[in-house]
């Protein structure tokens, strides 16, 4: 029997000797932190403790308690048997289990300890100041190396605290082979939901793309959002884009990666489509849905065709003026805007967190004997970055094709540097970008030992700077002198009548 906190039987479930079946609980309470408001009460017939599957139910429902009745062949009643979760604690365990010998000696004021089980779940489970902040368990499997999953995982826990995520747990599953149906083992899928309950998360995140049957498969076995990385750096493009050509970009990359997911209807696709695949019986509903997102597709299409024309419009004005352009590019979070505004003097939007720019920037950089260049900074680059997404970047990307340099910003002081340089060249090589001189800046060199900096510097052949440090820009600027102005019809910088001086650090002029 399921039974409510009021003593009233929702259920009366008839099994076999092995097991019962659970009938869909979706109407009853749920919530953050919060259990099903039910407990099960079901016989046991071979003096067994409680199964692991009656603990996994207990888990996965969220049961109040589980309760088991032993009885023998006379069906009398024997022994009992009950396990409920516990709150998060230092010893590690999920649940707690307590016999009695008969129901005589059953002493348990039921309504008194389900409201103060809750309100240990619930503060443990605090969210505080955070109230408004989703919380979020990361999950990654791996069939290599553990270390190479946990790294990455670092990089996801960056990006779900740039989305406004409070990360409650990480957990990496190694398997010689990944389920195809949920990823992960279902024990640790099990033990997942229990740690959720505990910490009050109700957001499941995965450090691999998901494919629409597997998001099904873990929505309904779990009943929690379930996203991955490609839908969380979605997500936050979503929440970062300011022009319109950046909200154009952001909702065609999201239609894409929506497109194929429309037949699976479940809760996870609640924070990129507002609903749309979510309502509806029928598949005359989806059908629609699916004709209405290839027709926003292709408007959004014909919109950015006309970006594009614009943008070639205004190259075509530069390249008239004879104008050098100087392109930064590198991994999210390296430094690029902050060495724009320290270049330029100019006040892009500057934070330290993942893919805080966007929209693309450009100004003006001016040099001695009158000469001026245009320096643009660009998207932040990353691994595993969604293919939908660098299609939709297109437009944007498309502007580095006209750079006479570009600036390769990396981040010295990261313990990924050389990963997250590989990521960078890796994708300008898809983008066919390779072939552009570039130029190699160890940004956030003041965070290392000054020798350390040098040497990295020498041995990767780029130039050491700090971005928040005015110092350390004359020989960065000296090295882009060296490589553009011999490629355009001014004074040479090896003539002693024009030697080569960094530039005034005066405030730029926005070009776009």
Known sequence: MLITRKGEVAYVIVGDNKHILIPDLGRFRSGVGRLKGLRCIHTHLHEEPLS???LTDLVLVGLD???SIQVGDKGIPGSISYGHILPKNN????????????????DIDFKEWIQSLEVELARTGDRGTL????RAVLVGVTVGSAWEA?????????????NDLEVTEMVVQKNKKANPRFLIGKGKLSDLILRCLQTGSNLLIFDHELNPSQVKSLTDYTELKIIDRSQLILDIFSRRAVTREGKIQVELAQLRYLLPRLATKNTAMSRLTGGIGGRGPGETKLEINRRRVRERIGRLNKSLKGIKQQRADRRKLRNVRRLPVISIVGYTNAGKSTLLNALTRSRVNVEDRLFETLDPSSRRLRFPHEREVIITDTVGFIRDLPEDLMEAFAATLEELHDADLLLHVVDA???????QMGAVESILARLHLNEIPHLLVLNKSDRLDPQMAAASAGKLKGVAISALDTQTLPSLLEQIGKVIWPRFSTPSISTGNHPWQPPDLHTGEEHS
Do not use: F, H, Y
Not at 152 to 161: G, M, P, T, V
Not at 413 to 419: G, L, N, T
């Open 150 to 162: 946990r790294d990455s995982l670092d990089e996801l826990r960056d990006l779900a605290i740039s």
């Open 91 to 106: 010893r590690g365990e999920g649940w707690s289990i307590t016999k009695v010998p008969d129901i005589g000696q059953l």
């Open 52 to 54: 692991r599957e009656d």
């Open 413 to 419: 002081s990261s313990p990924r540097m050389e990963e």
């Open 65 to 67: 308690l589980m309760v």
């Open 131 to 134: 109230a408004r902040k989703e």
